[in-house]
């Protein structure tokens, strides 16, 4: 009988927007969890840092010494407390205590996750975190295991629920950046500091993480190119829509190979103008989607609720299974894989396209001056339009594919140039062919 097996003695750690739902999914439905993992789910402490703010949780495993949680009697720590410390010396002390860990935390994921996975492959226990990158959606466990025979040439998508339902409701309703924050702050999406979604600190972390499995490479969150949407202004979305285009905060990954066959990484997250008619630009609210293009299995999109303490919860408690049945029959999860250790290309050197719109005089000679400055940088015209007469004349400007630092000085010498009296937005272009 299951019931009467030795039970996996479970620590939480955290209780917040998702600790909340994992604790109560595992109380309510104890047979489900004893049946898929073959033995008790035991939940033996909850740590947190105000006990009186959890007065649904147990008195008898509520605690504020997580140290002493996951140092206890316990075969496996969940972390759901986020931030670097105290989480990666209590995951690190799990580990070399022999303990296995499901964990979310992608800004510690992204910056110490060799020194985790070398912990655990020394104690010869799993470390899980589906839930770090996309929420709800199966994601890295395709590319850490169904995808391990393939390689994979590149990961684009939109990762970060709290700015998605920003750049949507600005999209849609004209919103003001400020109330769609806030709205996204008390519906569970945003991190408890909300720059980390808004500067793009939490994207550029997961595109590390997504970046690591897909290219078999060590790459951290320092390594990614990052661009929030502090600056995606109410302008930036009207010149996207009267171009049929969306802005989104994309999160891209790729494999880039130079002529001579030299391979590199490069990972970056940016705002950029996709056209409507792509399927990430339908894309809406909390809602992520990642497309991961492999040479043998061809495309293939992932897309789902990629925030919030439910659908979170569904993807920790996936990995709590997986990594609780493993113990019980003693098996192993995948180990890190960073055998390729490709280098990463600077920002500068990937090749992008931009989106410039530029308010200028209504003269002769002005979209003269203005291609002979592509042309000087070697950055060639894909669409140019005039829009609009004497005061109101705006020049819409979209290049073919360059590198990103001949781009960013064809703009800078733009700015400088008598004719131009404004450049009024920037913004990279993805999702169309160059
Ligand atoms: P919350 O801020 O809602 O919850 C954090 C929890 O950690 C709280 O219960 C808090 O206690 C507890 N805590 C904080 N510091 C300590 C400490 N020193 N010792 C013990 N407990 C502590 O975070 P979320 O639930 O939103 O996020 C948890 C993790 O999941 C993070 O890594 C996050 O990035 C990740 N994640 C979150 C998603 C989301 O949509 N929210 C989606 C995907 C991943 P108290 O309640 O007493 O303050
Ligand atoms: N703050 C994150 C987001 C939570 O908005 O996507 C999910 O990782």
Do not use: W
């Amino acid at each position: 009988m299951i019931e009467d097996r030795e039970p996996v003695r479970v620590a939480l750690l955290g209780c917040g927007t998702v600790g909340t739902e994992v604790l109560r999914l595992l109380r309510e439905r104890p047979a489900e969890f004893a049946a898929r993992t073959g033995a008790p789910v035991e939940v033996t402490g909850v740590a947190v840092r105000r006990p009186h703010k959890h007065p649904d949780v147990p008195e008898h495993l509520i605690t504020t010494d997580a140290h002493a949680l996951v140092e206890g009697d316990v075969d496996l720590v969940v972390e759901l407390v986020g931030g670097i410390e105290p989480a990666r010396s209590l995951l690190l002390a799990a580990l070399r205590s022999g303990k296995s860990v499901v964990t979310a935390n992608k800004a510690l994921l992204a910056e110490y996750g060799s020194e985790l996975f070398a912990a655990a492959d020394e104690s010869g226990v799993d470390i899980y975190f589906e839930a770090s990158v996309a929420g709800a959606i199966p994601l890295l466990r395709p590319l850490r295991e169904s995808l391990a025979g393939d390689r994979i040439n590149r990961v684009m998508g939109i990762v970060n629920g709290t700015t998605n339902y920003i750049l949507s409701a600005m999209d849609a309703s004209g919103s003001t950046y400020s109330e769609a924050l806030e709205e996204a702050g008390e519906l569970g999406y945003a991190e408890a500091d909300p720059t980390a979604d808004v500067d793009g600190f939490d994207a550029a972390a997961k595109a590390a993480i997504l970046a690591s499995l897909a290219f078999h490479t060590r790459v951290t969150a320092t390594d990614v190119h990052r661009e929030g949407i502090a600056g995606v202004s109410a302008g930036d979305i009207a010149a996207a829509q009267g171009l049929d285009r969306s802005v989104k905060l994309l999160s891209i990954c790729e494999r880039v190979v130079d002529d001579d066959g030299t391979e590199a990484v490069s990972a970056r997250v940016h705002p950029a103008m996709i056209p409507k008619s792509h399927p990430l630009a339908g894309v809406n609210g909390a809602f992520n989607a990642v497309f991961v293009e492999a040479e043998s299995a061809g495309q293939l999109m992932f897309y789902g609720q990629g925030a919030g303490g439910s659908p979170t919860a569904s993807a920790v408690l996936g990995d709590l299974v997986a990594v609780a049945r493993n113990l019980v029959e003693s098996g192993k999860g995948p180990r890190e894989s960073a055998h390729a250790q490709l280098p990463v290309q600077s920002m500068g050197s990937t090749p992008t396209r931009y989106h410039i719109s530029l308010d200028v005089e209504d003269k002769p000679g002005v979209l003269s001056q203005v291609a002979s400055t592509f042309n000087e940088h070697d950055v060639s015209i894909s669409v140019v339009r005039q829009e609009g007469r004497g005061e109101d004349a705006s020049l819409v400007v979209v290049t073919h594919v360059a590198p990103d630092s001949a781009l960013r000085s064809t703009v800078d010498a733009i700015a400088r140039l008598s004719v131009v009296r404004d450049v009024v937005s920037v913004m990279r272009v993805e999702g169309e062919s160059s």
